[in-house]
């Protein structure tokens, strides 16, 4: 088992997906962040990766020209991809954007995967991308929308916290895998993408709070609730009550 890394009380560092997992499940927040069980290994979305990285890859091309994009005019969107100096490091798994939350002291962090800036009002535009390959037009309403929602608004709230001017509205680009036709174009595999942009007008007024009560959570000495749906501790619960005794602890 390798070494616990050493973890702050009064100063504790807490992603979007660890907030994200304190709203799904307090108690699974708790073993995992703060008495660092690991959870259950899950299968690492590569495919998705790539997807990420061919879109950004994309938008770095206009960001660096200053022109337009196919997908704005296809969609009428006045923007740009907005110019900083630091985009690279918020768009960094485990650096991101960085603040502290005035009410705890913890620092809150997250990796966005692209901002887009109005041309007007200057107000930037968070950017999301997913990628899937369903039948039909990809929403927010269904799967894993709620869940999409909330890290988009955590998004815009560290954003705002670090003095941009970020509007309520975001962007998801969604790429969805298209399953007709072939494949194989000469030797060299290829799979086309519809892609969909769901504009999603967020409300930040919650984060606060789930900071102030997910940093309470983490500091206390007593282990939480399980949250309502959730699949971990549901399955924990049933195989003890199936097989009970039979596990060596």
């Known amino acids: 088992m390798g070494r616990r890394k050493t973890i702050s009380l009064e100063n504790p560092e807490l992603s979007r997906s660890a907030l994200d997992e304190f709203v799904q499940c307090p108690r699974c927040f708790y073993l995992h962040r703060r008495l660092q069980l690991k959870g259950l290994k899950r299968i690492p979305l590569t495919l998705a990766l790539a997807t990420d990285q061919l879109l950004k890859n994309e938008f770095d091309v206009v960001r660096a020209t200053g022109e337009t994009h196919p997908i704005w005019q296809r969609e009428r969107l006045n923007v740009r ?3 900083h100096p630091d985009i690279d490091l918020w768009r960094s798994n485990f ?9 705890t002291q913890a620092t809150i962090s997250g990796a966005v995967d692209d901002l887009w800036q109005h041309q007007e009002t200057w107000q930037l535009h968070i950017v999301d991308y997913k990628s899937t390959a369903k039948d039909g037009t990809p929403d927010l309403e269904s799967g894993f929308g709620a869940g999409y929602k909330r890290q988009m608004e ?10 941009f001017d970020v509007s309520p509205r975001g962007y ?9 036709g072939g494949f194989y174009d000469s030797l060299e595999g290829r799979m086309k993408f519809e892609t969909t942009v769901i504009g999603y007008d967020g409300d930040t007024t919650w984060v606060d709070e789930c900071i102030t009560r997910a940093v309470e959570c983490f500091r206390g000495d007593t282990v939480p609730g399980s949250g309502a749906e959730c ?7 049933e195989r003890a009550r199936v097989a009970p005794g039979i596990f060596p602890t």
Do not use: E, P, S
Request: glycine fraction near 10%; proline fraction near 0%.
């Open 231 to 237: 699949d971990t501790c549901r399955y924990v619960v």
């Open 154 to 163: 955590i998004y815009q709230w560290l954003f705002r916290q670090a003095g």
């Open 95 to 103: 650096k991101g954007m960085r603040v502290v939350h005035a009410g």
């Open 81 to 83: 991809a907005f110019v």
């Open 172 to 180: 998801f680009l969604y790429v969805n895998g298209v399953k007709q």
